[in-house]
């Protein structure tokens, strides 16, 4: 079956802008979660999601981040006015359940110049 | 608040040879850990988990993980290491389901 899978793969943005990076989880899990992984370091939890609502979203760094999952599938991760601090693989993962294994997408390479 | 200390950044070893990767992590219960690996340009697999019972766990590609409490330790364990290997591995504590990462052992090996 289909994994969980990210568009775009790479997004190449000027400072100032808004992005949108996608997620679509494995069908049926109910569990989103949104990671940013910054070069040499390991993912850092950004937010998660049980069904539409957003459960914890503790580890977004500022009011310019905020993430929606509308139907409890497809995710968006937004940022406003993007900043060169941002450039970063941005990582999705879904799950049936919160002790579940996390199943992740391949990330999107999110480049600020 | 969960921590994970992965303390060799880099670990370079010969094809055949045996491999442990250390990782300590800081959590007020039974955590749940996790092993991660991760290639050039893929995302995350799991290589292994532990929730409760055993604390010797086997995975996948011939990788085992041992839980020790009493040095808050999870250290990830291969006798014989293939060229295959090399890649970044990962640490990971989880509290309902938010995962606490290290920042990884990047794998080198050797023919």
């Known amino acids: 079956g289909a994994g969980v899978s990210q568009t775009p793969s790479n997004k190449v943005t000027e400072k100032g802008k808004y992005v949108e990076l996608r997620c679509d989880p494995i069908?049926?899990?109910?569990?989103l979660y949104w990671y940013r992984q910054s070069l040499g370091q390991g993912p850092e939890f950004l937010i998660y999601?049980?069904?539409?609502?957003?459960?914890?979203d503790s580890g977004l760094p500022n009011d310019r981040f905020f993430a929606v999952r509308p139907e409890g599938s497809v995710s968006t991760l937004k940022i406003q006015r993007t900043e060169r601090g941002d450039s970063a693989v941005y990582l999705c993962?879904?799950?049936?359940?919160?002790?579940?294994?996390?199943?992740f997408g391949p990330g999107t390479r999110l480049t600020v110049l | 608040a969960q921590s994970v200390t992965q303390p060799d950044i880099h670990i370079t070893v010969s094809e055949g040879a045996s491999l442990e990767l250390r990782c300590n992590y800081s959590?007020?219960?039974?955590?749940?850990l996790f092993w991660y690996v991760q290639s050039p340009g893929q995302g995350l697999q799991l290589l292994l988990k532990?929730?409760?019972?055993?604390?010797l766990v086997q995975g996948i590609k011939g990788f085992e993980a041992e839980f020790k409490r009493s040095q808050s330790s999870f250290n990830l364990r291969k006798p014989s290491v293939h060229w295959s290997d090399a890649a970044e591995y990962f640490c990971?504590?989880?509290?309902?389901?938010?995962?606490?990462f290290g920042d990884g052992t990047t794998l080198t090996v050797k023919p």
């Open positions: 959590y007020g219960a039974t955590p749940y």
């Open positions: 999601f049980q069904g539409t609502g957003a459960a914890d």
């Open positions: 993962a879904s799950t049936t359940s919160e002790s579940g294994e996390q199943f």
């Open positions: 069908s049926g899990h109910t569990a």
């Open positions: 990971a504590v989880s509290n309902a389901g938010k995962s606490t």
């Open positions: 532990y929730f409760s019972g055993d604390t």
